[in-house]
């Protein structure tokens, strides 16, 4: 299994990237997906997660209403489009899968350890 994340780059404060995640060597159509960022010195933070098969999406609070998570499963991709992006979004995100199918997202969508596959990560740079 592998992820590839790609979509990020340098932007001014308010503008918008899409990043996404690529996942080859497993279907993940009804899987528990998260983005997750770290910025230098600071812990890694959930930032979204999805349930593939259905589509319910999770964030945390600091960017409910500017970031939206979304699959396409016939690419087996996982998006997270950002806008109005702060300074303080600047980070190394990553997209991890949970690979036991059928497993809803839930409560613990943020949990790092239920993850058991990451991408390498893709640099954002808000100024």
Same mark, same amino acid.
Request: some cysteine.
């Given at each position: 299994? #592998?992820?590839? @994340? ?5 932007? #001014? ?8 995640? &690529? ?6 159509? &009804? ?10 010195? @600071?812990?890694?933070?959930?930032? &979204? ?34 806008? $109005?992006?702060?300074? @303080? ?18 409560? $613990?969508?943020?949990?790092? *350890?239920?993850? *058991? ?5 893709? #640099?954002?740079?808000?100024?």
């Amino acid at each position: 299994v #592998q992820l590839v @994340e790609s979509g990020g780059g340098s932007v #001014q404060a308010g503008g918008s990237l899409r990043l996404s995640c &690529a996942a080859s060597g497993y279907a993940f159509d &009804a899987n528990c997906i998260g983005w997750f960022r770290q910025a230098p010195g @600071e812990e890694r933070e959930g930032v &979204a997660g999805i349930y593939t098969a259905v589509t319910n999406a999770y964030y945390v609070d600091s960017v409910k209403g500017r970031f939206t998570i979304s699959r396409d499963k016939s690419k087996n991709t996982v998006y997270l489009q950002m806008n $109005s992006l702060k300074p @303080e979004d600047s980070a190394m995100y990553y997209c991890a899968a949970d690979s036991r199918h059928m497993t809803y997202c839930g409560p $613990s969508w943020s949990y790092e *350890g239920r993850f *058991g596959h990451w991408g390498q990560g893709t #640099q954002v740079t808000v100024s």
